[in-house]
């Protein structure tokens, strides 16, 4: 088994600022303690790291982004960040120089691991909160791509197809054909994509692609399929993923870590 940890939308404020009724920062620190004691070093389900699939800050301050660069600190494994429409790419490369970037100042990487090679997409647009995949990021994907031969495992903030919610839609990735051309020739060893952007837990599959999702560690939005003209928002527990990747399987927990039910034997 390969383990690592899948969380997104963190929208993170500056010290001592909440969103709807929140403190985004409090409840990441929650998360950071439970993955550290559940996946850690030692722990029962070890895992190799943690993708957070964009959205990381809410209103992509400086003050916020040196937040959450305290807060991530505190992971006992190796973090790997993504952007979203919320982020501001120059505040985040400032704060954050180690983290992986492409010729071009884009904030995507490849990495090899032991499950294969898990290609990150920077998918932030300046001025709308719709994501898009440029001349340059499609090139540098197809190029990633075709220097590889085993598994791939895609990662990007915004999901490429509609999923009902109707002001999310009018917000997904503009550039869904684009992406797909240049996937199709590699669509056998792709083996799952992870986004964020929607605050949902979900899956299904995409041009025969497998795909999932999760809540954010902040605030979520609600199953409403309704024709309105606001984002639907909730209080829906926090999520992380613990991904489990093995030779025939790619197994996606969701856990709601602020849960206080307990345990209990059946």
């Known amino acids: 088994m390969f383990d690592f940890i899948h ?23 929650m998360a950071v303690r439970s993955i550290a004691e559940r996946h ?11 993708i957070a699939t964009g959205d990381l800050t809410h209103h992509g301050q400086p003050e916020a982004y040196a937040q959450l660069r305290e807060i991530l600190e505190g992971l006992p494994l190796p973090f790997h ?5 919320h982020d501001e790419r ?37 001025g709308t909160h719709a994501g898009a995949l ?54 056998p060893r792709i083996r799952h994509m992870f986004h964020g952007h929607l605050h949902r837990p979900l899956a299904g599959s995409w041009r025969g692609i497998p795909f999932s999702s999760i809540r954010g560690t902040a605030h979520q939005v609600a199953l409403d399929l309704s024709e309105r003209g606001t984002v639907p928002g909730s209080h829906e527990p926090a999520a992380y993923a ?23 034997d059946l």
């Open 242 to 264: 613990l991904v489990r990747v093995s030779d025939d399987a790619v197994i996606v927990h969701s856990h709601d870590y602020l849960d206080q039910s307990g345990p209990f």
């Open 81 to 85: 960040l993504m952007l979203g429409n």
């Open 40 to 50: 850690g070093p030692g722990s029962a389900a070890p895992a190799a790291f943690v």
């Open 90 to 126: 120059d505040h985040f490369r400032a704060a954050f120089p180690d983290q992986g970037v492409d010729e071009d100042g884009f904030v995507q990487q490849a990495i090899e691991t032991e499950a294969g090679l898990f290609l990150l997409l920077d998918t932030k647009t300046p």
């Open 7 to 29: 969380i997104t939308d963190l929208h993170i404020l500056p010290a001592g600022e909440t969103n709807y009724g929140l403190d985004p920062a409090e409840r990441l620190r």
């Open 134 to 187: 440029c001349e340059k990021r499609l090139a540098w994907l197809a190029a990633r791509l075709a220097e590889s031969e085993g598994a791939v495992f895609l990662f990007l903030h915004h999901p490429p197809m509609p999923v009902g919610i109707v002001q999310m839609d009018r917000i997904q990735m503009m550039h869904a054909a684009e992406l797909a051309a240049v996937l199709a020739p590699h669509q």
